[in-house]
Antibody
Framework: EMQLVESGGGLVKPGGSLRLSCAAS????????MNWFRQAPGKGLEWVSS????????YHAESVQGRFTISRDNAKNSLFLQMDSLRVEDTAVYYC?????????WGQGILVTVSS | EVVLTQSPGSLSLSPGERATLSCRAS???????LAWYQQKPGQAPRLVIS???TRASGIPDRFSGSGSGTDFTLTISRLEPEDFAVYYC??????????FGPGTKVDAK
């Protein structure tokens, strides 16, 4: 069964850092553009970051530009999101998802809570 | 930046009824870049429609998408109990790369 599994979430203080991982199974991550999305509690969906299949180009939402960095390790079939200088408003469930124009397959999500 | 507006914000219907959800873009967009997702509580979004009208894998044919330009519609012809959820439209672009509408909640009357 195809899976994307996020890990690395948790509780962190404002100004702190976290690194999210997304591991793919039963499909080859390297063939796809990959993305991170997030959803604050009780709110809608928000795009965070994208990376092209080969890893050469990365894109970030204005709200996270300069603080978050998306990366991938195709050899390990994994996607990452390094989150620095975290703010209370970054609190959300973070999802990794496959696809360039739309997300055709999503992980189950991981909660990140930024609170003092 | 294109803004997506969804209406209504919520819809109360009975199983077997027809649901019509609207997504309006602030400017004309490429239809192939418009998608719809279903999200149930505590679950990840699930792709329902891509390219404005193409059903995703495993999506039953009671779901259909239509529209062009600035106006797009997701129709569920006969609601099943498992269809009650929040539905989001999404547009692919350059900056930002993905834009979502605020969602329409379809709940049971």
């Amino acid at each position: 069964e195809m899976q994307l599994v996020e890990s690395g979430g948790g509780l962190v203080k404002p100004g702190g850092s976290l690194r999210l991982s997304c591991a793919a199974s039963t499909f080859t991550l390297s063939a796809y553009d990959m993305n991170w999305f997030r959803q604050a509690p009780g709110k809608g969906l928000e795009w965070v970051s994208s990376i092209v299949s080969g890893g050469a180009f990365m894109y970030h939402a204005e709200s996270v530009q300069g603080r978050f960095t998306i990366s991938r390790d195709n050899a390990k079939n994994s996607l990452f999101l390094q989150m620095d200088s975290l703010r209370v408003e970054d609190t959300a469930v973070y999802y990794c998802a496959r696809g360039r124009i739309f997300g055709d397959f999503w992980g189950q999500g991981i909660l990140v809570t930024v609170s003092s | 930046e294109v803004v997506l507006t969804q209406s209504p914000g919520s819809l109360s219907l009975s199983p077997g009824e027809r649901a019509t959800l609207s997504c309006r873009a602030s400017q004309s967009v490429v239809s192939s870049y418009l998608a719809w997702y279903q999200q149930k509580p505590g679950q990840a979004p699930r792709l329902v429609i891509s390219g404005a009208s193409t059903r995703a894998s495993g999506i039953p044919d009671r779901f259909s998408g239509s529209g062009s330009g600035t106006d797009f519609t997701l129709t569920i012809s006969r609601l099943e109990p498992e269809d009650f959820a929040v539905y989001y439209c999404q547009l692919y672009g350059h900056s930002p790369r993905f834009t979502f509408g605020p969602g329409t909640k379809v709940d049971a009357k």
